[in-house]
């Protein structure tokens, strides 16, 4: 168990649909990062959050965005959902920014299915 | 831009035999590397890491990985896989240059399979 948490497990969804994953950092972790697994993409970086505040974005669409709460929880919202978008999304997080190397934690994932 | 190859899809080695999963990296700047395993339906576990000093790298459940810098690898080996090390892993590469920001960039995944 990594410590990070990922809520829901699960979600079916029709497209068009707009849904929200949520995601719990270890504790005392200031960052929280996005990936998305998907067959045929491989593991994809979307967004990283550090306190609160965007620090980088990846390979994220205009329909996808994310927030960093006071408490450090995030969440990902999706939104105009596509087939394309069914994928493995994973949360992760680790204690610093930038300009080291601390590894990531990685949350069990949402494994998001859209119909 | 930094990216990752993996350039096996599957290795298949006996039980008691040496692992090997290969894995070369492309960085502007100099490289932090790392090795994570994912079980089926879990997240990803780390393994271990690569930030500087000694080329050889030892992890979590016997696992070991050497970085050769003229040859842009980090292969990550175990000396005797057991039928647990049954998963897919993954290699991944983040550039020290703060501009690259804090991502992580991974391979394709490689599956390993250990038979009995």
């Known amino acids: 168990d990594s410590g990070v948490t990922q809520t829901p497990k699960h979600l079916i969804t029709a497209t068009g649909q707009r849904v929200t994953l949520r995601c719990s950092p270890r504790?005392?972790?200031?960052?929280v990062y996005w990936y998305q697994q998907s067959l045929d993409q491989g593991l994809q970086f979307l967004i990283h959050?550090?306190?609160?505040?965007?620090?980088a974005k990846g390979n994220i669409l205009e329909r996808f965005s994310a927030q960093q709460f006071p408490d450090l929880h995030s969440e990902l919202n999706l939104s105009s959902l596509e087939l394309g978008d069914s994928a493995l999304y994973f949360c992760?997080?680790?204690?610093?920014?930038?300009?080291?190397?601390?590894?990531?934690?990685f949350g069990p994932g949402t494994r998001l299915t859209v119909l | 831009a930094q990216s990752v190859a993996q350039p096996e899809d599957q290795v298949n080695v006996a039980e008691g035999n040496p692992l090997t999963v290969k894995c070369t990296y492309s960085?502007?700047?100099?490289?932090?590397l790392f090795w994570y395993v994912q079980y089926p339906n879990r997240g990803l576990q780390f393994l271990l890491k690569?930030?500087?000093?000694?080329?050889l790298v030892k992890g979590s459940y016997g696992f070991e990985a050497e970085f050769n810098k003229s040859q842009t690898s980090f292969h990550l080996k175990k000396p005797s896989a057991l039928v647990s090390d049954s998963a897919l892993y993954f290699c991944?590469?983040?550039?020290?240059?703060?501009?690259?920001?804090?991502?992580?960039?991974f391979g394709g995944g490689t599956r390993v399979l250990v038979k009995p």
């Open positions: 992760a997080s680790s204690v610093f920014e930038t300009r080291t190397a601390n590894e990531q934690f």
């Open positions: 959050y550090y306190n609160g505040e965007e620090r």
């Open positions: 504790s005392g972790d200031l960052s």
């Open positions: 960085v502007s700047g100099n490289p932090y």
């Open positions: 690569y930030i500087t000093g000694d080329n």
């Open positions: 991944a590469v983040r550039d020290i240059i703060r501009a690259a920001g804090n991502k992580l960039t």
